[in-house]
Each structure stands twice: as C-alpha cells, then as structure tokens.
C-alpha cells in the first residue's frame, strides 16, 4: 500500500495538511516561538537601544533570534509523533521521504510565519529598513531554507533519543553554524551594500546539500 | 609487545630528532618545535573522522556492529588527537601572535569539528539500544560529514583571512626545510601508528562488551 503513493505529490500534500491542522488545533509550537521571538528583540532592544549605524550586530542579533526562536518548534514536528506514539500509524500510510518531505514543507511554512513577525519586529525596533530589498529577502529566503532542511533532519534523529529536547540544541547547533555564518554574513554585506553572491552560493549549495541527503538517510530512520 | 616497543622507539627518536637535528625556522626560533605536535595531531584528526564516516556509511550499508565500534572508536580518539592540535596551536598562536584565540579560519574551522564530534558522542550516549545507537550515530555523522567541507574551506572564505600559511605550506613547492618535514612525517607515521592501535583496543572492548552482555 505504501508503495503505491510513496513519495507522490499527494502523500507530501496530505502531511503537510495534517501537519498544518494538528498545529492550529493547539497552536503551542507557534505561541511558543513568536512568544519567543518577541521577548528576545524586547530584551534585545531594552538592552542596546537602537543599533541602526551598526549593520554587524543587527545581522547578528535577528538571526540568532529568528535561530534560537525556531530552533525548538523545528524539532518538534517528529518529536509529537513519537510522544504521542503515532509514528508507527503515521509511517503505515506513507514513505519516509513523502513524511520527511511533508514536514520540511510544513517547518518551512513555520518558519515563514514566524519571520513575518519577528523580521518586522527586529527592523523596527533596532534598526532601519534594508538597505537592498532584493538581497535582504533572497538571503532571508535561502537561509530559512538551509535552516528548515538541517532542523528537519537533525530533528528526526533527535526524536528517537532520551533527553530530546537538552540535546536537540546541542546537536543540531554545529550543523546549523555555515547557516548560520553565510546569512549573518549576507544580511550584514546587505546592508553596507556589498553583493552577497558568495553567501546566497553558500546558503544555496548548503540547503540543497541537505535536502539531498535527507531524501538519501530517511529510509535509514525508522527501521523498528 | 614488540610492535609497541618500536613504535615506542620511533615517536622518540622523531621527537630528539625534532630537538636536536631539525634546525628552526629564523621567525618561529624555538617555537618550531611545536609543529612536530601540532602538524601530525590536525592531520590525524581529519584521518580519523575520515575514517569514523567510513565506517558510518559502511555500517548504514552492511548492519555490521563491528562498523559501529570502529566509528566510535575512531571518533572519539579522533577527537582527543582535535585537542592535542587545538591546544598546541592555541599556545603557539600565543607565542606567535601574542593571543591564545584569534578565530582565525583554521582555529574556526577545528572548533568546528570538536563541536560536531563533541555532539556526536553526545548523541551517542543519549540513544537506549545499540543497533538504534549505531543507526541514528550513523545518520548523524553522514550529516556531519556534508557540513564539515562548508565550515572548513567555504565559511571561512567569507571571513578574511589572517593565517599564516605561506610560512610553513607555500603551495606545491613546500619552502620548508626538507629535515623540518621529514621529522614532521616520522611524527605522523607514528602517531597514525598510536592511532590505529588504540582503535584496536578499543574495537575489542566493545566487541568483549557486547558478548558479555549476549552471553
């Protein structure tokens, strides 16, 4: 039965829906993280005051709080299906790579939704506008991507182990460090209108990496 | 015993050798000698976690546990010989360039690496069952593996780079005393020689492990 629909369109829509509707059901993932990511900026901004002369800190400071905001509602797509003991069911009606790909579309949506909020949120009370629109939003865009694929996958791994979430952080942090790197770098040379070409190749190159190897290791995951 | 009398042999006629008959580099003077270290330690450390992420895809492969003890093994020596390059080039740098940490790319990217093998045996330890340990410790280094060529050679292009490099590895043509390097290869030779049998002992262990638990 798998089989049949492994891996087409409508196996990845149908998670990414069931995702979609088991989170607005409780909405604690999305709460969590824009709850997250307001209080942080708020700390931020009460701390430093305005940084809009100093586009290295402000690069800096919106990524780890779009990072360290995401970072555990990323995780916790595969980590709710094993606490609430329904990955087997789940597991049974579709292939990995169509849940794996499901819940990647899913935690990008996520991420999207939080960045709405806490772009806005970071540019207004810390610094101005960007100064290039167009390389600002490609390398938010490639760098949420990079972002996504790495969590996704490091996520699925940390489901299946005790302490899931202390260690979620500590795991996935060395991966997500070249995300990490090339957007901070990027959204900074942005903004002192350097091209950041080398960076979105970077993000790019990254992201695709990991897709590529998730499609590749799923299969390995769930074997018992 | 005899093997590990030879090897005892070898590591310390490279390291007299490194005193007494290697001359020094004129900027380095004494400090030279930390190479002798430094050098066979950072380069041991990429061969180990190489072959940590062998052994990885090759138990993803064959479902042999004994793939999983030698990519255990190797990457927690692996990340003890990290330590010995990290340290040494730490108390160079501070003898060189008058600061312990400069986040310079090298420096950058070994920190790298001891976090990823830090987080890898962190893993380890937190997963119930030993074919599920071998698998998902398996997944996690292949990861680790596709992120480790874009924290050594493309973030740190993104930095400036401040390494001084040309001093002991000019490109192709090494500008390096030809004694300085054939001590440094000695050096090399035997710690490879450490490595592989300490890996040995401890894939025994674990093989000793697991059959007195089947038993």
């Not at chain 2, 290697?22 to 380069?43: C, E, K, N, S």
Request: with cysteine; proline share 4%.
């Amino acid at each position: 039965m798998p089989s049949a629909s492994s891996s087409s369109a409508a196996a990845v829509w149908a998670i990414l829906r069931k995702e979609c509707r088991s989170e607005w059901r409780t909405r604690y993932g999305l709460n969590a993280a824009l709850l997250f990511a307001i209080a942080t900026l708020t700390a931020v901004s009460f701390a430093v005051g305005r940084l809009g002369d100093r586009p290295d800190l402000l690069a800096a400071l919106l990524w780890i709080v779009l990072l360290f905001a995401s970072l555990a509602a990323l995780a916790h797509t595969f980590v709710r299906e094993v606490e609430g003991h329904t990955l087997t069911l789940l597991r049974l009606t579709a292939s990995p790579t169509s849940i794996a790909l499901g819940k990647l579309l899913f935690n990008l949506l996520f991420l999207a939704v939080i960045e709405l909020v806490a772009v806005p949120l970071d540019l207004v009370l810390l610094g101005g506008p960007p100064l290039h629109w167009g390389r600002f939003l490609a390398v938010l865009a490639l760098g949420s991507v990079a972002l996504a694929g790495t969590a996704t996958l490091v996520g699925a791994i940390i489901a299946q182990t005790r302490g899931r979430g202390a260690l979620f952080a500590a795991v996935s942090l060395p991966v997500l460090l070249p995300v990490l790197a090339g957007a901070v770098s990027g959204t900074r040379a942005q903004w002192s209108g350097a091209p950041v070409g080398a960076e979105l190749r970077l993000l790019a190159a990254y992201g695709a990496a990991m897709l590529g190897l998730s499609l590749v290791l799923y299969d390995h995951l769930w074997e018992e | 015993m005899l093997l590990r009398m030879l090897l005892f042999a070898w590591i310390a006629a490279a390291l007299i050798a490194g005193f007494l008959w290697a001359p020094l580099v004129p900027v380095l003077g004494d400090t030279t000698r930390v190479f002798y270290f430094h050098f066979p330690a950072a380069l041991l450390t990429c061969v180990a976690f190489g072959w940590s992420t062998l052994h990885s895809v090759l138990y993803l492969a064959r479902r042999d546990l004994a793939h999983d003890a030698q990519a255990a093994g190797a990457a927690e020596l692996g990340l003890l010989f990290c330590v010995v390059a990290t340290l040494s080039g730490s108390l160079w740098a501070k003898a060189m360039w008058g600061s312990y940490w400069n986040w310079d790319p090298r420096e950058t990217s070994i920190f790298f690496l001891m976090l990823i093998y830090g987080a890898y045996l962190a893993l380890r330890s937190a997963v119930d069952g030993e074919a599920r340990r071998a698998r998902l410790a398996a997944i996690y280094s292949c990861v680790a593996f596709v992120a480790v060529p874009f924290l050594i050679f493309v973030v740190p292009r993104l930095y400036f780079s401040l390494h001084p490099e040309p001093v002991l590895n000019a490109r192709g043509k090494p500008d390096i005393d030809p004694r300085i390097l054939l001590v440094a290869a000695a050096m090399f030779a035997g710690e490879t020689a450490l490595f592989a049998w300490m890996l040995a002992l401890r894939v025994r262990v674990a093989r000793l492990a697991r059959a007195r638990e089947g038993a």
